[in-house]
């Protein structure tokens, strides 16, 4: 298992504002991606954390709204850029930690509540 | 495209009777299958994972899950729940690139 942390565990943010979500993890693992769970909804992923290079976006995700870091194979940031009230949501950080060529599973931490007010 | 559906928004069991949340899957290969719980404030927790083999899985907390692959379905049974079993849960398929596609979850809500 991995056990992550993220900071901070919720906020209230003014509109205009932007807010950097931590996630860190207590081992190296080999993927880290950041999802949005909006109000009653399902989870959605955002984007890939890739070490040392651009993240990879999903479809309706930007990185000038969503940019994200990952310097080193523990620790990512998602900032959520000039918020607004949809802006609202659990954000979660997952990681895997690969096993040669098995599959593993994702592990996810408590996750970050903002609401945008 | 992979897409999960659960078609059961919420269930109302009685405590101690026996719980099942139906999954279905879309998916053209041998998919990676997950049922992950999420308690009120807190993150996701892994119950059950399929990934081959055994199409009968167990996990924690006495839940299991059957893969019948001629039904893309993964449902989860339990045979007796508990009040603490009240929760969100979320069935989700991995992608070989170990994204995941979610379900929009089931509500259980347990009575006394």
């Known amino acids: 298992s991995a056990v992550i942390s993220q900071k901070p565990s919720r906020d209230i943010c003014q509109r205009g504002t932007s807010l950097t979500i931590q996630c860190q993890v207590d081992s190296q693992v080999t993927m880290m991606f950041w999802y949005r769970q909006q109000p009653g909804q399902s989870l959605t992923l955002i984007a890939t954390a890739n070490q040392g290079s651009e993240a990879t976006y999903e479809s309706g995700f930007v990185i000038d709204k969503f940019p994200i870091s990952r310097p080193n194979l523990t620790f990512s940031t998602l900032t959520v850029s000039n918020m607004s009230p949809e802006d609202s949501s659990i954000y979660l950080c997952s990681v895997t930690r690969s096993r040669g060529p098995e599959y593993t599973e994702a592990f996810f931490g408590q996750g970050t509540r903002l609401t945008v007010v | 495209a992979q897409s999960v559906t659960q078609p059961d928004i919420h269930i109302t069991v009685s405590e101690g009777a026996s719980l099942e949340l139906r999954c279905n899957y879309s998916?053209?290969?041998?998919?990676?299958l997950f049922w992950y719980v999420q308690s009120p404030g807190q993150g996701l927790q892994l119950l059950l994972k399929y990934f081959s083999g055994d199409t009968l899985v167990q996990g924690i907390k006495g839940f299991e899950a059957e893969f019948k692959r001629s039904q893309s379905s993964f449902n989860l049974r339990k045979p007796s729940v508990h009040w603490s079993d009240a929760a969100e849960y979320f069935c989700a398929v991995g992608e070989d690139d170990y994204k995941l596609s979610f379900g929009a979850g089931t509500t259980v809500t347990v009575r006394a």
């Open positions: 998916y053209g290969a041998t998919p990676y």
